[in-house]
T-cell receptor, first 114, second 110 residues
Framework: DSGVTQTPKHLITATGQRVTLRCSPR?????VYWYQQSLDQGLQFLIQ???????AKGNILERFSAQQFPDLHSELNLSSLELGDSALYFC?????????????FGNGTRLTVT | GQQVMQIPQYQHVQEGEDFTTYCNSS?????IQWYKQRPGGHPVFLIQ?????EVKKQKRLTFQFGEAKKNSSLHITATQTTDVGTYFC??????????FGKGTRLSVIA
């Protein structure tokens, strides 16, 4: 158990809809990262938050947004969903803002857009 | 931007054979990390290498960091069915968050 909690485990929704994925980091970790994993595409970095503030942005679409709340949990909002957004979305946490610390991943949310 | 290339993409081995995956970065790295993702699971941190030329071992797994700190390898001796999964390297250069390679998916045939 990594200590990182992601909900829900599965999401099935239709194109054009909006969903929210939730992540609670490991106790004591201030950084939260969001990654997208599509078939054979590896782990694509989306966005990082550190102690409530956006720290780094990757290949995140404008239709996607995220935030980190005072209790350090984070939410990833995906809107105007398209078929191509179907993927596994992982949240990971670490104690530091830099990437020098190992990441602890949650179990992921599998999003299916139909 | 920084890119991390990993080869091969897939590897099928007979149980007991050795396995190696290679990782190359377009930039010099501060550290490189390795993760394993079992089928249906999430990536799990294995190890971090920091020093030029560093070699670390975990039982049958040997990790190397190149002298120029731009490449790394993971070698598994005498693979077992429990080694099945996708192995990712991830490089940190100090400027951006970890950049992951696309991974090497290892299948072990008993």
């Amino acid at each position: 158990d990594s200590g990182v909690t992601q909900t829900p485990k599965h999401l099935i929704t239709a194109t054009g809809q909006r969903v929210t994925l939730r992540c609670s980091p490991r106790s004591g970790d201030l950084s939260v990262y969001w990654y997208q994993q599509s078939l054979d595409q590896g782990l694509q970095f989306l966005i990082q938050y550190y102690n409530g503030e956006e720290r780094a942005k990757g290949n995140i679409l404008e239709r996607f947004s995220a935030q980190q709340f005072p209790d350090l949990h984070s939410e990833l909002n995906l809107s105007s969903l398209e078929l191509g957004d179907s993927a596994l979305y992982f949240c990971a946490s670490s104690p530091e803002s830099k990437g020098s610390s190992p990441l602890h991943f949650g179990n992921g949310t599998r999003l299916t857009v139909t | 931007g920084q890119q991390v290339m990993q080869i091969p993409q897939y590897q099928h081995v007979q149980e007991g054979e050795d396995f190696t995956t290679y990782c190359n970065s377009s930039t010099t790295l501060s550290n490189i990390q390795w993760y394993k993702q079992r089928p249906g699971g999430h990536p799990v941190f294995l190890i971090q290498l920091v020093k030029s030329g560093e070699v670390k071992k975990q039982k049958r797994l040997t990790f190397q960091f190149g002298e120029a700190k731009k490449n790394s390898s993971l070698h598994i001796t005498a693979t077992q069915t429990t080694d099945v999964g996708t192995y990712f390297c991830a490089g940190y250069s100090g400027n951006t968050p970890l950049v992951f390679g696309k991974g090497t998916r290892l299948s072990v045939i008993a």
